[in-house]
């Protein structure tokens, strides 16, 4: 049967409480916390960085699997700070550099898993090719940058793809995602799914994680 996992995005919170917002996401049912690390350079925000990871590490215990996805125009100099801080998964942009075989590489021998993320404008069949070496395709369904945007649905037909050809597949879904689209997502066949604002933006987590969850779940 198909599943899916749901990993709220914390950009949205209240930033001085990060901590604690990790948490109380993972109490809600999060099944994997989404950490948005953006430099500035290859988006036009700033977030945090792994000195931010290490503490968030500490605060929540060694369980909750982080997946962090790097928007940043220098994806190599990361790894080995993020590996030690406590990162589960580094997702890079195949946009930010020109040597993705050997960032795969790089990632996996610090320990963790690979995920490799496309921009709207960017095509699959540029993803396809390092398909069989990483473990999650990241398909973004706004441009990188902010919450809180429009879900495009017109990048559900990549997700569609992906899985067609890549069966066994990680494939992650990120922007604009919550009860009203994730139909479309589950659909594609997703089955990581993230939700910025819809849920950590909501007055009740807890259920709008339930309800994302009631269309993943069979
Ligand atoms: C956007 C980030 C997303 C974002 C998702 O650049 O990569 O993870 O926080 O938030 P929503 O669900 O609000 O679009
Ligand atoms: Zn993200």
Request: charged share 20%; net charge negative; with cysteine.
């Amino acid at each position: 049967a198909y599943t899916a996992k749901i990993g709220p995005s914390v950009l949205s919170s209240d930033l001085s409480q990060l901590g604690r917002e990790c948490e109380r996401m993972m109490e809600c049912g999060a099944d994997y916390l989404h950490l948005d690390v953006m430099d500035g350079h290859f988006v036009p925000n700033i977030t945090f960085g792994h000195p931010m990871v290490e503490c968030l590490r500490k605060a929540v215990g060694p369980n909750p699997f982080f997946d962090m996805h790097m928007m940043v125009s220098r994806p190599e100099q990361w790894v080995k700070p993020m590996a030690a801080a406590g990162a589960n998964q580094y997702t890079f942009h195949l946009e930010a550099t020109t040597n993705p075989g050997s960032l795969i590489k790089e990632i996996r021998e610090s320990g963790m898993k690979v995920g490799l993320a496309i921009k709207p404008g960017t095509t699959v069949e540029e993803l396809a090719q390092w398909a069989g070496q990483i473990d999650m395709a990241l398909v973004m369904t706004v441009e990188p940058g902010f919450g809180g945007q429009k879900f495009m649905e017109d990048m559900m037909p990549k997700v569609s793809w992906l899985r067609s050809q890549f069966p066994s597949l990680d494939i992650e879904v990120d922007g604009g995602v919550g009860p009203d689209t994730i139909h479309r997502c589950a659909e594609a066949g997703a089955n990581m799914i993230v939700s910025g604002s819809a849920v950590v933006g909501s007055a009740d987590p807890r259920s709008v994680i339930a309800l994302l969850k009631d269309v993943v779940l069979e």
